[in-house]
């Protein structure tokens, strides 16, 4: 039996197995279907116009929605049939893909269209993502939920990888509306699967009150649950900077030491990339057994320490004299970026469960959208930040100087053990 099926079996019931099953094949389609799309059609939208603008704008109409709807998102998911809204926004991006499909047919592929549809795709991706991570606790057992958040994971990373890859062989070698339509059928084959999913399979027997009182007001009092909640603030604080230093010291230093300093070979730097997203599979694989042996808030403190150090790591070779060979660089570059990515599953697998399963169910779509928006949101904020600064400093002071400071603060604030009694 492999790992990924040691995650996925040995459920509770038939049921609960099955729901595990259905989820993978769903998220998978819907995720790993939208990331091929928003690439694909960047690259057509950028061979077309040849301007670099119209290529980030087919790219920011795929991102930055999700963060604006995020909030509203996780009201509907409060106030609704959570199924409905899984399925509804599957069958959604369905329909939404066959007409643009028949509409290429009509007058062709036009630029405005693909605008028009990658914002619409957007929006349905964000609620349906706010709906299925908020659904989680009730489609299995709490014994199961780190193993379906595991899953998820693992889903994601493997979309990191061949997202863009099978994105550059479907724009290279596949008619973009044949594509467009084969990706229309898979979302509502998806759709469809969906609807076998039990939503109900652990849901709390008690009757919960769940007051309705217009959409900004129940932003407002999501906002609010999360102030109030002494375990909820120091948690998302974790989430907060760790967005934020990812992208400060990592995601724009990263390329720039190894392409624009040490000028190493771009297969080098594809193979380092790679090595980010399988970490997180391999952290997601094995982070239920450590975390059943380890205490929640020793191995946030660990993780967070050691995703630290290797920020700072990866400034050392640049902050020397000494020069070494490509294959020298290349293996300290992709252990460090396999490290990294073992240990952002291992921070955020258990920090999603743990919101996940103390969060109430009538709060929950509104307490995680708000928390994602905000991750989402810092993270631009760091690109342009450390974008900004790198050519006017060293090229070791983002990593070694972030990596620092984020040990600092993660020193102060994973450090009071009191905060976290809810994540035992």
Known sequence: MTALENVINRGDSKGELRNLILFLLGKSISVFGNAIFNFAMGLFVLQKTGSGLSFAITLVLGTIPMVIVNPFAGVLADRFDKKKLVVGMDLLNGTLLMSFYLLTMLWGLKISMIYINTFLMSIFTAIFAISIETAKPNIVTKNKLMNLNAVSKIVD?????????????????????????????????????????????????????????????????????????????????????????????????????INSVLMLESSYYGMIQAMFPIGMIVGALVVKRFSKEIPYIILLRRMSRILALCMM????????????????????????????????????????????????????????????????????????????????????????????????????MVGNKAQYEATK
């Open 157 to 257: 990373s493997i979309t990191g990888i061949l997202g863009p890859m099978v994105g550059g062989i479907v724009f290279a070698f596949i008619d973009m509306r044949l594509f467009i339509l084969f990706n229309a059928i898979s979302y509502l084959f998806s759709g469809v699967t969906e609807l076998f999913i039990d939503f109900n399979f652990n849901i709390d027997s008690k009757p919960v009150e769940n007051k309705s009182y217009g959409i900004v007001k129940d932003i407002k009092e999501g906002l609010r649950y999360i102030l109030n909640s002494s375990t909820l603030i120091p948690i998302f604080s974790v989430f907060f900077l760790l967005n934020f230093f990812i992208g400060f010291s990592i995601t724009v230093p990263l390329p720039y030491i």
């Open 313 to 412: 790591l990866l400034g050392i070779p640049v902050s020397i004299s000494m020069k070494f060979g490509g294959h020298v660089y290349l293996g300290y570059y992709s252990i460090l970026s396999l490290i990294m990515g073992v240990s952002i599953s291992f921070i955020d697998i258990p920090l999603f469960y743990q919101l996940q399963t103390m969060i109430p169910s009538q709060y929950r779509g509104r307490v995680l959208s708000l928390g994602m928006s905000v991750a989402k949101a810092i993270l631009p904020i760091a690109l342009i930040l450390s974008g900004a600064v790198i050519n006017k400093l060293p090229p070791w002071v983002l990593p070694v100087g972030g990596g620092s400071l984020f040990l600092i603060l993660n020193l102060l």
